[in-house]
């Protein structure tokens, strides 16, 4: 299996604009998991999916932010607008219950 | 809200020494444990994971887990310059993360 694929590796946005991230989990998981990494605020949760369907988006920091998970291999993080705070590493990973769960290599954004 | 508390560091050890490394919870029904090691620029990869009360080793890694106190530990014996990261800690199924502590091993 290729693991967790994210896309894209890197991006760069102004203000204002949307901004969507792309992850694939690994075939045959049934969990979902998108963390945002800063250096002030450490691995944060973002929200997670049990079988497509979210299950926590307490750690959604806005409105701006939303999730979803359309089927078993695709999901996607947007941000809508975007501002400069919202810079960070965004990571997703998956996994099977009650198992280890495998990350993605994380999207890099930077928004100016 | 459920918390897992790490201590950030840094936490700086000589090579060869054994590094400790500490994570509390605050849920007490947790079940599942995890250690990720993080290298800069990298994602976070797993090292080991831990069910039982007790001891879990692993090579130079042993986990200890006591749910009575609600603290899992991670010792890293004869630790090399190659370890210098930062140890995440993970609980239960919907996998939040503490902190980190950021070790570094000097030669």
């Known amino acids: 299996d290729a693991g967790v694929i994210q896309s894209p590796r890197h991006e760069v946005t102004e203000m204002g604009q949307e901004v969507t991230l792309r992850c694939k989990p690994i075939?045959?998981?049934?969990?979902l998991f998108w963390y945002r990494q800063t250096m002030m605020r450490g691995l944060e949760l973002l929200i997670y999916?049990?079988?497509?369907?979210?299950?926590?988006d307490s750690g959604m920091p806005e409105d701006r932010f939303s999730a979803k998970m359309p089927n078993a291999s695709f999901s996607t993080l947007k941000i809508q607008p975007s501002e400069p705070r919202d810079s960070a590493v965004y990571f997703c990973?998956?996994?099977?219950?009650?198992?280890?769960?495998?990350f993605g290599q994380g999207t890099r954004l930077t928004v100016v | 809200q459920k918390e897992v508390e790490q201590n950030s560091g840094p936490l700086s050890v000589p090579e060869g020494a054994i590094a400790s490394l500490n994570c509390t919870y605050s849920?007490?029904?947790?079940?599942?444990f995890f250690w990720y090691r993080q290298y800069s620029g990298k994602s976070p990869e797993l090292i080991m994971f831990?069910?039982?009360?007790g001891d879990k080793e692993d090579g130079r890694f042993t986990a200890q887990l006591n749910k009575a106190s609600q603290y899992v530990s991670l010792l890293i014996r004869d630790s090399q310059p190659s370890d210098s990261a930062t140890y995440l800690c993970?609980?239960?199924?919907?996998?939040?993360f503490g902190a980190g502590t950021r070790l570094t091993v000097k030669p």
């Open positions: 990973a998956s996994k099977e219950w009650n198992t280890e769960a495998f």
């Open positions: 075939s045959g998981h049934n969990s």
């Open positions: 999916f049990n079988n497509n369907v979210p299950i926590d």
């Open positions: 849920d007490r029904g947790s079940q599942s």
């Open positions: 831990i069910y039982s009360n």
């Open positions: 993970a609980v239960n199924h919907d996998m939040r």
